[in-house]
């Protein structure tokens, strides 16, 4: 992305969360920032690479991209580091030796949580991370606090010199509030000062660091007690007091705009007598939080009395709608009627692939192939599970596919025997946690073939840049993967490496049909870009001429959104039997002409788009007016 030029301090501007951390990031005078791209987290480091003065990367996955900030605090610069939940399960294995070693510029950590499951596998809690790692976690409520507590974050890690994690979750990332915005700091680096005894973590080196953290605890939650961040809120009405952070707390405000509250932002350490004392100006007190109840129980542990989980639900956000009946119900009060209406009927809208997308080939292939197990993986391509393809049989996690093939394999049984096991992957999954499990299946000799998509981008969550497409985060040139050589670096059999256009259906069919048969891993890369990447290029759009349509419904089997059903119908075989109809149109506007739909049509219906001219329009026109 191109740099700009920063709006000037004391400006207001209306950001996301996302924005609002970047530019905070940029303003604390950070010098070295990296991630990789996660879904609510994505646009925080997109954004940050449009700053001067500072360095950012896409890095090739998320424990590589915090061990890059963490060489940059190690060596006395403030860095930043950001990506979803998940995302700190990759990095986990750094962190939980970082929290030992701390670090001496300023780290700020932002994990992003997807309460509500928007865009994610599971619904995990990161606010779990700061009491298994012993690290301050701050949690803000809207864009404004997600810029004041990112700035604040720096001044925290240093005075403690520890890493400092802001949770943040979807609603507060891509919601936009008004925030108003300062001047940067100019950067610092005292540079890396040798110190093995700190910096060299040997168990012998460990093991002095562990009762330092333990003093650290207690200096945090002093602090957590006395911080601005959690403060008290007093209501008239006494019968319910409540506990909340970040979105939660706006959904407490506004259901119960009359209650005492105390609102968390600096949460872990919990400020356990901050919490006695809201006890003391309520009835009742409620612990509302997403997603676990982690503050419930430490408050209950230290001898508070408190509802949460037991009234409200342990997923999902806790929304107003969610709150009042809820609290209704415990005060024995009527459930409000604005509260329990049935949920708006809309017309389902399922995700699917993109038209013309390349992946879109490769599942209609693998649809027509028979007797498969198929381990799927993250990113676009987890889409092939869904209709009309139903070609994947497992999803867990990045990289996964590559472990739990093996497995397959490995672990048949006497009903397997027979089975073809294929692992897909895309080009960015493959490099982030991939690599590793092709490595393992060549040495461990796997019967499983895998399949290779690279559409040049991490797609899923926007069309990132990655090692595979050869341009960096500022879309500059850089070293590009040959996936090929890669592959073939890591054991597989050059004759077992096929390169195919996964647009080329019968040759896609064809290689994949044989490659199942071989007894031994085998690679099949596909190679086209992403079709919302500037990779890409249109080609003349197609059409069905409807006097040849028979209806049979072969292209719909392809999946493609730019193919529509107009009607339906029925047909009887000459053998009795009656066949299902399917009458279609492509929509030639968004139709990009990659000739999928073409290739599985019998009566070759399907022909290039001639679009009217002004001139016949006209005439068209003049003739029906006559």
């Given at each position: 992305?191109?740099?700009?030029?920063?709006a000037?301090?004391?400006s207001?501007?209306?950001?996301?969360?996302?924005?609002?951390?970047?530019?905070?990031?940029w303003?604390?005078?950070v010098?070295?920032?990296?991630?990789?791209?996660?879904?609510?987290a994505?646009?925080m480091l997109?954004v940050?690479?449009?700053y001067?003065d500072l360095?950012a990367e896409?890095s090739?996955n998320?424990k590589?991209?915090?061990?890059v900030?963490?060489?940059?605090?190690?060596?006395?610069?403030?860095?930043?580091?950001?990506m979803k939940?998940?995302?700190?399960n990759?990095?986990?294995?750094?962190?939980?030796?970082l929290?030992?070693?701390g670090v001496?510029?300023g780290?700020v950590?932002?994990?992003?949580?997807?309460?509500?499951?928007?865009?994610?596998?599971n619904?995990?809690?990161?606010?779990?991370?700061?009491?298994?790692?012993h690290?301050p976690?701050?949690?803000?409520?809207?864009?404004?606090e997600?810029?004041d507590?990112?700035r604040?974050g720096?001044?925290?890690?240093?005075?403690?010199?520890?890493?400092?994690?802001?949770?943040?979750?979807?609603?507060?990332?891509?919601?936009?509030?008004?925030?108003?915005?300062g001047?940067?700091?100019a950067?610092?680096?005292?540079?890396?000062k040798?110190?093995p005894?700190?910096?060299?973590?040997?168990p012998?080196?460990?093991?002095?660091r562990i009762?330092?953290?333990?003093?650290?605890d207690?200096?945090l939650r002093?602090?957590?007690?006395?911080?601005?961040l959690?403060?008290?809120?007093?209501?008239?009405?006494?019968r319910?007091?409540?506990?909340?952070?970040?979105?939660?707390?706006?959904h407490?405000r506004?259901?119960?705009?009359?209650a005492p509250v105390?609102?968390l932002?600096?949460?872990?350490?919990?400020?356990?007598?901050?919490?006695?004392?809201?006890?003391?100006?309520a009835?009742?007190?409620?612990?509302?939080?997403?997603?676990e109840p982690?503050v419930?129980?430490?408050l209950k542990?230290?001898?508070?009395?408190?509802?949460?989980k037991?009234i409200?639900p342990r997923?999902?956000e806790?929304?107003?709608?969610i709150?009042?009946p809820?609290?209704?119900r415990?005060?024995g009060?009527?459930?409000?009627e604005?509260?329990?209406?049935?949920p708006?009927q809309?017309?389902?809208?399922?995700?699917?692939?993109?038209?013309?997308?390349p992946?879109?080939?490769?599942y209609y292939t693998?649809s027509?192939?028979?007797?498969l197990?198929i381990a799927?993986?993250?990113?676009?391509?987890?889409?092939?599970?869904?209709?009309?393809?139903?070609?994947?049989?497992t999803?867990i996690s990045m990289g996964?596919?590559?472990g739990?093939?093996?497995?397959?394999?490995k672990g048949?049984g006497?009903?397997?025997k027979?089975?073809?096991?294929?692992a897909?992957?895309?080009?960015?999954?493959?490099?982030?946690?991939g690599m590793?499990g092709?490595?393992?299946?060549?040495?461990?000799?796997?019967?499983?073939?895998v399949?290779l998509?690279?559409?040049?981008?991490?797609?899923m969550?926007g069309g990132?840049?990655?090692p595979g497409?050869?341009?960096?985060?500022?879309?500059n040139e850089?070293?590009?993967i040959?996936f090929?050589?890669?592959v073939?670096?890591?054991?597989v059999?050059?004759e077992?490496?096929h390169k195919?256009d996964?647009y080329?259906l019968p040759?896609?069919?064809?290689?994949?049909?044989?490659?199942v048969?071989?007894?031994?891993?085998?690679v099949?890369i596909?190679d086209q870009?992403?079709?919302l990447t500037k990779?890409?290029?249109?080609?003349?759009?197609?059409?069905?001429?409807e006097?040849?349509?028979?209806?049979?419904g072969n292209?719909i089997?392809v999946?493609?959104?730019?193919i529509?059903?107009?009607?339906r119908?029925?047909?009887?075989k000459?053998s009795g039997?009656?066949?299902?109809?399917a009458?279609?149109?492509i929509?030639?506007s968004?139709?990009?002409g990659?000739?999928?739909?073409?290739?599985?049509c019998?009566?070759?219906?399907i022909?290039?788009h001639e679009p009217?001219?002004?001139?016949k329009l006209v005439?068209?026109?003049?003739e029906?007016?006559q």
């Open positions: 992305m191109a740099a700009v030029m920063p000037p301090a004391s207001r501007l209306l950001m996301s969360g996302n924005e609002a951390v970047a530019r905070a990031v303003e604390s005078g010098k070295v920032a990296a991630a990789y791209p996660g879904t609510p994505t646009e997109e940050i690479s449009t001067p360095y896409w090739v998320e590589v991209s915090l061990e900030a963490i060489g940059a605090a190690y060596a006395g610069s403030r860095s930043f580091c950001c939940h998940v995302g700190m990759v990095a986990s294995d750094a962190l939980m030796t929290t030992l070693t001496m510029g780290l950590i932002a994990v992003a949580d997807d309460v509500g499951l928007s865009s994610s596998q619904e995990q809690d990161s606010r779990y991370w700061g009491r298994f790692a690290l976690v701050l949690e803000p409520a809207d864009s404004q997600a810029y507590m990112t604040f720096y001044v925290l890690s240093e005075k403690f010199q520890v890493p400092v994690i802001l949770r943040m979750t979807t609603r507060i990332n891509h919601v936009k509030g008004l925030v108003t915005v001047e940067r700091e950067p610092g680096a005292a540079g890396f040798k110190d005894a700190r910096w060299v973590m040997t012998a080196g460990a093991s002095k009762p330092l953290m333990f003093e650290r207690k200096a002093q602090m957590a007690e006395a911080s601005e959690n403060r008290l809120e007093a209501g008239a009405d006494r319910v007091g409540f506990i909340a952070s970040g979105p939660a707390y706006m407490v506004e259901a119960f705009p009359n105390l609102k932002g600096f949460s872990c350490p919990v400020p356990v007598e901050k919490a006695r004392q809201l006890a003391a100006l009835d009742q007190v409620v612990v509302v939080e997403e997603v982690l419930e129980m430490e542990a230290a001898g508070i009395e408190v509802l949460g037991d409200l997923s999902g806790l929304s107003p709608q709150l009042k809820a609290i209704a415990l005060l009060e009527p459930v409000p604005t509260t329990v209406a049935p708006m809309v017309f389902p809208r399922p995700p699917t692939m993109c038209v013309a997308c992946h879109l080939g490769v693998l027509q192939v028979k007797n197990t799927g993986d993250i990113g676009c391509y987890t889409l092939g599970a869904g209709h009309p393809w139903n070609a994947l049989d999803c996964a596919s590559m739990v093939a093996l497995g397959l394999d048949r006497e009903a397997d027979d089975k073809r096991i294929l897909v992957i895309g080009d960015s999954t493959f490099m982030h946690m590793q092709l490595l393992d299946i060549v040495y461990n000799k796997g019967n499983v073939t399949l998509l690279d559409n040049r981008a991490v797609g969550t990132q840049n990655n497409n050869g341009y960096d985060i500022h879309d850089a070293p590009r040959d090929v050589k890669l073939e670096s890591l054991g059999k050059t077992r490496i195919v996964p080329q040759v896609l069919f064809k290689t994949i049909r044989e490659e048969k071989v007894p031994e891993v085998s099949i596909t870009p992403c079709v990779a890409y290029h249109k080609l003349k759009p197609y059409e069905v001429a006097d040849k349509c028979t209806g049979c292209c089997e999946g493609c959104p730019a529509h059903v107009t009607r119908g029925k047909e009887v000459a039997r009656e066949v299902d109809l009458f279609v149109r929509e030639s968004v139709c990009t990659c000739g999928l739909c073409l290739q599985p019998a009566p070759k219906a022909q290039h009217v001219s002004p001139i005439k068209a026109v003049e029906v007016a």
